[in-house]
């Protein structure tokens, strides 16, 4: 146990009230008796499979009812691929905000833009950021760069074996790519890079993935380069394993940051003064002045990147869609600046470099997901540029309404209101 000495010993007071020592100690033992019956796993997804599972949980037919509703009952053949040992679904409410005006390389309209959530008030602020931007004519939002990675990792005797492995691998590139590339139609090897620790080697594997979010491609298409290496490199590792922990896969990492994982935006916008009244009731300066405060604030607390609340958002906009929403780990990485321009107007920016979305594949197939894609006209191969841009620009309405928020003090009074 870690931590201050009052809040450790408020903590202990608390739990010796309930039990002494020895009764935690008790409670602590571990044991194998009576183990419950594993439930029997299954990939494939039928209301007769759920039905049996439902039997050997034994709990209460309201909460059966509700999980495995009528809707789900009849779609939940679609969900085999997605999900293991289904039993149902969970209905989250969705709000939509906008329409969201953006002007980009692949998005070029106003987009309704369907957020899925339970926080009050996180709909209200995005909405009111979506309608600001409109209003100034949209958000200029553009999809820079683009790539996910995946990192095999090998260990050997020592640094010279190391040193002869790296020597072999940095001249079959061309084989790897034919490797991982025969794997998948949408996909394509594009770079690698080498990193030595000791005796340690990490690859890491950089892979377009199309329209796809990529993950289970790129996953599948390094494990036959992987396999290549073991079985061509004149240096056997004493271990080998097909992701080192490098890639940057869901975590916030520094590499992401400076590099790219997935799709890499920037967007944009200007607000005259007087809008910027009109709408959240706060000048450019009020908005420049907290941006400050908060971007030191961040770098105190040892944040990557300084934004105010990018994994709102990104969270709400991902379980609406069918991303993956472990991603938001490694998505709600960036920056947020705040300037004031010559005339007295308000330049807001954000830039994202590890936005993981696709349009297909994954959860994108699922019907209420992919209603909600549809509803933005961002379904389907040939728009996962497209909704990046459209995330990029989301994203900052919801740093320019929040950030508007906290520097004219109207934070606390939205939550209250919206809250209750």
Request: with cysteine.
């Amino acid at each position: 146990m870690s931590g201050k000495r009052s809040l450790i010993n408020h903590h202990m007071r608390q739990l010796l009230d309930q039990h002494s020592v020895d009764e935690f100690s008790q409670r602590l033992q571990l044991d194998t008796e009576d183990l419950p019956r594993a439930l029997p796993a299954t990939a494939k997804c039928t209301a007769g499979r759920a039905d049996k599972l439902w039997t050997r949980l034994n709990a209460p037919e309201a909460v059966r009812e509700t999980l495995l509703d009528p809707t789900t009952r009849d779609q939940i053949e679609s969900y085999s691929g997605n999900i293991e040992n289904c039993i149902g679904s969970v209905n989250v409410p969705v709000g939509v905000v906008g329409p969201l005006r953006v002007r980009g390389f692949f998005a070029h309209g106003d987009y309704p833009v369907p957020l899925a959530t339970s926080e009050a008030a996180l709909v209200a602020s995005y909405h009111r950021g979506a309608r600001l931007i409109s209003a100034a004519g949209g958000a200029r939002s553009v999809l820079l760069n683009q790539a996910v990675t995946r990192s095999p990792a090998f260990a050997f005797r020592d640094m010279i074996e190391a040193g002869r492995f790296i020597a072999w691998i940095s001249e079959q590139f061309d084989h790897l790519c034919a490797r991982a590339n025969a794997t998948t139609s949408h996909g394509e090897l594009l770079d690698m890079s080498i990193t030595a620790e000791g005796n340690h080697v990490y690859l890491n594997f950089e892979f377009s993935t199309g329209d796809a979010s990529g993950q289970n491609m790129v996953t599948i298409a390094t494990q036959h380069a992987f396999e290549y290496i073991l079985e061509h490199s004149p240096i056997a590792p004493q271990e080998a394993y097909v992701e080192g922990n490098l890639s940057g896969d869901k975590k916030a990492s520094a590499q992401a940051f400076t590099t790219v994982r997935g799709k890499k935006v920037s967007a944009e916008v200007i607000i005259p003064a007087d809008l910027l009244e009109k709408h959240v009731h706060a000048t450019p300066q009020q908005l420049v002045d907290y941006w400050r405060m908060s971007a030191v604030g961040g770098v105190l607390s040892g944040t990557i990147g300084v934004h105010g609340h990018f994994a709102n958002g990104l969270a709400a906009l991902y379980i609406a869609t069918g991303q993956d929403a472990a991603c938001v780990a490694e998505s709600a990485v960036g920056v947020t600046r705040f300037e004031t321009t010559d005339d007295g107007s308000l330049y807001a920016a954000v830039t994202l470099p590890g936005i993981m979305v696709g349009t297909v594949g994954g959860g994108t197939g699922l019907p209420s997901q992919r209603a909600c894609l549809e509803l933005m006209g961002l379904s389907g191969a040939g728009k996962s540029g497209a909704l990046a841009e459209v995330t990029g620009a989301l994203l900052l309405g919801g740093e320019i309404s929040i950030i508007a928020a906290l520097a004219a003090g109207h934070f606390t009074r939205a939550h209250r209101k919206l809250a209750r």
